[in-house]
Every structure is written in C-alpha cells, then in structure tokens.
C-alpha cells in the first residue's frame, strides 16, 4: 500500500493543463474536487471545492472538513469522475500561509541544545516545562517541498580582532518537524482554549525549519532567533486532515509540573508518527513525534492565551522533533554535536553540518498513512 488511500486523502492544490486544482491524493493519483462534486450531489456547499485556493476548504470549519471528508470517502468508494495521474500534475504551495510560528517543544531537543551551548549550566532554563516556547518567522519565506534552498548570509561571533564576521553560513542545518495548519480563524482579543484543537486546525503537513546555527549563536541573544532561522522553512506540497490520524492519538510522555489551567489537555493529546532524515539518499535519524514534550493543542492554546488572533492559514511547527536515542535526533546540531562529532552520510562521507549540493529529504508515516515528503537542496547564491 502506498500510504495514499481513502483512510488519508491528504489535500493540495496543483496544476494541471494549465488550471490550478484542489485535489486530494489518493494513491498515485490525484482527484479534482470540483470535477467530483460536479458529478454528485453533496451535502454541503460545493463552492468551498471550486479553488483555486484551499482557503475556503480551510476556513468552511469542523462541519464542513467532516461532511466533505465523508462525502469523499463514500464517492470515491466507486466513482472515478475527476481522477488525474500524478505524473501530469505539478504540486503547488497547499495554501498561503498568513501567520508563521515556530516551538521548542522537544524535551530531547531542548535538554540537547542546553547541554551543547551551556555545558556548565543546566540544559533547560526556567520557564521551559511551564509553557510552550516559541518565536516568530516569516511567513513569505515558507516555500514548497522542492524549492531550492540558498545558503544564507549573515554576521558570525566575533573572531580574536573583536569584529564578528560576515559570509555565507558554515552551520547550515534542518530541524525535522510536523506543521499544523489553521482552517478556521478566531477573533482578536478571544483565547482558543486547547480542547478547541480540532475546531481550528485543518491538518498536518511535514515541515523543515531550515537553521543556520552559527548565525543564529551570535544574534539571537537577548530576543532570539532572526536571521538565522528566517530565510527558508520548507513544507510538503500535502496537507493531512486531523481526522485521518485519529487513530494515531497517544498519551504526553508526562509534564512535571503540571501545567497551568489553560494549558491543561485530555488524553490522548500527542501522536505517535514517525519521521526520517534523509541526506543524500542516507536515513541518519528517526525522530519519534510521540516523545514530544508540549502537544499541539497546548502550543495553540499559548499563542493564542494572549488575546492574539487565528487567521486561516497560519502555520505554527512543532519544533524540531529529537527523541532520547542518537539515531533520533531531529536536527544536525544535536547529531554532529555542534560540530565536534561527524556523522556518515552515503559512500562513507561524514557530515557536521550540510555542504552545497546536499539534498535533504524528510519523511513520516503515522501507521498505514505516508505524509507527504518534503525536500530541498543547497545551493550558494
């Protein structure tokens, strides 16, 4: 099986004969949706299938995500209207992204990083088991699996003249992560709490938060990160709807203390799905998305605890995605820790951080179900 079939239909949007379609995928086809919905009679408006945009899918909410999922299901069963192979489409951008936000909701992850940069302190600073922490990025630099990623430029820590540096970076990393995608907005002033989770999110896309670490390490003191993290996040060209994971729920690992009230989530609140890194053809780490500290639901409970707004197509990722093994590791930094220990990549080659002409592919499956793979390759401008 190819991981595509009716108990997934991830979206997108593609072209195809020059039109831009929404589809949803199933397996190594795609399906028009407004072709299907011409040839049946749905439940619900079939406006929200017209595209060219998801957005209206997106933003239509719960009842309508369901009813078209059904609908689907059910019509697919036996109809064939609006089938395309997927070797005559070409994949776009699955919506446009208003809002981008970035977690640091790996325990692994976290401790990791803490051990790496402050090897005398302890790894976790106050306030990291009490709440989600994050940052903003920019949403115009989230670009489509298979989009070129160059290497940036920026200032690096001073060398023994006291000035720092400037040039292309030589920490040039990925963090493997899960994006969640918001259908359905909220209003400005209005917290979402977390058991509204499903109300608001569309679905799960793979995501890779693109870092280059040694312009991160001299900015990003006292507010964090910026240009370092800023000038590429890739995601996978398919959206997973919340409700093809459903059976893929599993209990937090445990959160000691127990959070604030707001924070506070009914089990199961994580997912158990399982991820691969991919450099050059060679699986250097598996990440396991159940061992994730802070779930999504309180992640979107946090950003929004503040009177912020949801706008449909804000993405937040889950951070980067480490469990407690070394072959789980999300990122290169946590792999090669920070640069002192290579890894092998294919035909015995060792990596610290990523060369020109690398290809980073990353994957997940969440039991029968494949994500969609997102990919990019390095390039100097």
Do not use: C
């Not at 061992?291 to 979107?300: G, N, T, V």
């Amino acid at each position: 099986m190819s991981g595509f079939g009716l108990d997934h239909l991830p979206y997108g949007v593609v072209t195809h004969q020059g039109r831009q379609l929404v589809v949803v995928r199933l397996e190594d086809e795609v399906v028009d949706l407004a072709s299907l919905a011409a040839s049946s009679t749905p439940s619900f408006d079939p406006s929200v299938l017209a595209g060219p945009e998801l957005a209206p899918l997106m933003a239509a909410g719960p009842g309508t995500w369901s009813a078209v999922r059904a609908w689907l299901q059910s019509t697919l069963f036996t109809s064939s209207a609006g089938r395309i192979p997927l070797a005559e489409i070409e994949p776009r951008m699955p919506f446009a992204v208003a809002d981008y936000v970035d977690f640091y909701a790996s325990l692994d992850h976290a401790s990791n990083v803490g051990k790496i940069f402050r090897p005398d302190a302890e790894p976790l600073l106050p306030n990291w088991r009490h709440l989600p922490v994050g940052y903003h990025g920019r949403a115009g630099t989230v670009v489509p699996s298979g989009t070129p990623i160059v290497r940036p430029h920026g200032q690096r820590r001073p060398g023994a003249d006291g000035r720092p540096g400037f040039g292309p970076s030589q920490a040039l990393d990925i963090e493997a992560e899960l994006g969640f995608v918001v259908g359905m907005p909220s209003a400005l002033g209005q917290p979402v709490s977390a058991d509204a989770f499903a109300d608001h999110v569309f679905g799960v896309t793979l995501l890779n938060d693109w870092s280059a670490r040694d312009l991160q390490a001299w900015e990003y003191v006292p507010l964090g990160p910026f240009l370092g993290k800023s000038f590429a996040t890739s995601i996978s060209p398919w959206v997973t709807p919340l409700a093809a994971l459903q059976d893929a729920r599993v209990p937090l690992p445990g959160q000691d203390p127990e959070p604030l009230d707001y924070l506070r989530v009914a089990e199961p609140a994580g997912y158990a799905i399982d991820l691969e890194v991919v450099i050059n053809d060679t699986v250097v780490s598996r990440p396991p998305y159940a061992s994730m500290y802070w779930s999504p639901a309180q992640m979107l409970a946090h950003m929004t605890v503040n009177g912020a707004s949801l706008r449909t197509g804000d993405l937040y990722g889950s951070g980067t995605i480490s469990g407690p093994d070394r072959d789980q590791r999300g990122s290169l930094l946590e792999l090669s820790w920070g640069g002192a220990q290579p890894f092998t990549v294919a035909d015995g080659a060792t990596r610290t951080y990523l060369q020109d002409g690398d290809t980073v592919t990353l994957r997940a499956t969440a039991g029968a179900i494949t994500f969609g793979e997102v990919e990019g390759t390095i390039g100097s401008r």
